[in-house]
C-alpha cells in the first residue's frame, strides 16, 4: 500500500469520524441535524442519483419505468420495514435497547460506506488521477456518513456507547 492511499485512508476515517462525533458535542440541537441529515438523503437520492440514472438508463436502452417501479418500491420496503420495526418496538417498549431502526439504518450506512471503499480501490486501478478524485468526492461525503450515523442512532434512543461502536464500524469500512 503507497504512503498516498494510506494517507488517503487515514483521512477517509477521520472525515467520518470527526461528522460523528460534532453531533456529539451538539447532541442537544439534534433535531435540527436529523432534519439536515433526512433532507440531504432525500435530496441526493432525488436530485443526483435519479437523473443520472434516468440519463443511464437512456444510454443503455434500460426502461426508465422500471428504473422509477424500482424507486417506488424500494421505499416502499423502507416504509414497510420501518412500520413493522415501530410495531414490533411498541410490543416490547418495556425494553431500554433503542428503536431497531436505528441499527438497520447505521447498518445500511456501513455497507454504503464499504463500497465508497471498494470504488476508491477501483478508480486506482483506472489510475491515480481518477483514484484521488474518487477519493476526494468520498472524504468529502463521509463527513455526512458520519454525521448520519450518529443522528440516526440517537434519534432512535441508542446509548452512546452503542453510537459509538456504528460511528466507528462506518469509519472503518471504507478503509477495509
Excluded at 498516498?4 to 487515514?10: F, K, Q, V, Y
Aim: glycine share 6%; with cysteine.
Amino acid at each position: 500500500m503507497t504512503p498516498t492511499i494510506l494517507l488517503l485512508a487515514l483521512v477517509t476515517f477521520a472525515s467520518t469520524l470527526l461528522g460523528g462525533l460534532i453531533i456529539f458535542r451538539f447532541r442537544k440541537n439534534l433535531h435540527y441535524f436529523f432534519a439536515f441529515a433526512a433532507g440531504t438523503l432525500i435530496a441526493v437520492a432525488l436530485l443526483d442519483l435519479l437523473p443520472e440514472s434516468i440519463a443511464l438508463s437512456k444510454q443503455i436502452n434500460f426502461p426508465v419505468r422500471s428504473i422509477m417501479i424500482i424507486v417506488v418500491c424500494s421505499f416502499f420496503l423502507y416504509s414497510f420495514l420501518e412500520r413493522f420495526f415501530a410495531t414490533h418496538e411498541l410490543e416490547h417498549s418495556h425494553d431500554d435497547h433503542g428503536h431497531a431502526m436505528g441499527p438497520i439504518g447505521a447498518g445500511s450506512l456501513i455497507v454504503h460506506s464499504f463500497f465508497d471503499g471498494v470504488a476508491i480501490g477501483a478508480a486506482f486501478h483506472i489510475s491515480f488521477t481518477i483514484g484521488l478524485i474518487v477519493a476526494f468526492a468520498v472524504i468529502a461525503h463521509d463527513f455526512t456518513d458520519g454525521i448520519n450515523t450518529v443522528v440516526i442512532m440517537l434519534k432512535n434512543k441508542h446509548s452512546n456507547k452503542n453510537t459509538l461502536i456504528f460511528l466507528l464500524l462506518d469509519a472503518l469500512a471504507p478503509v477495509i
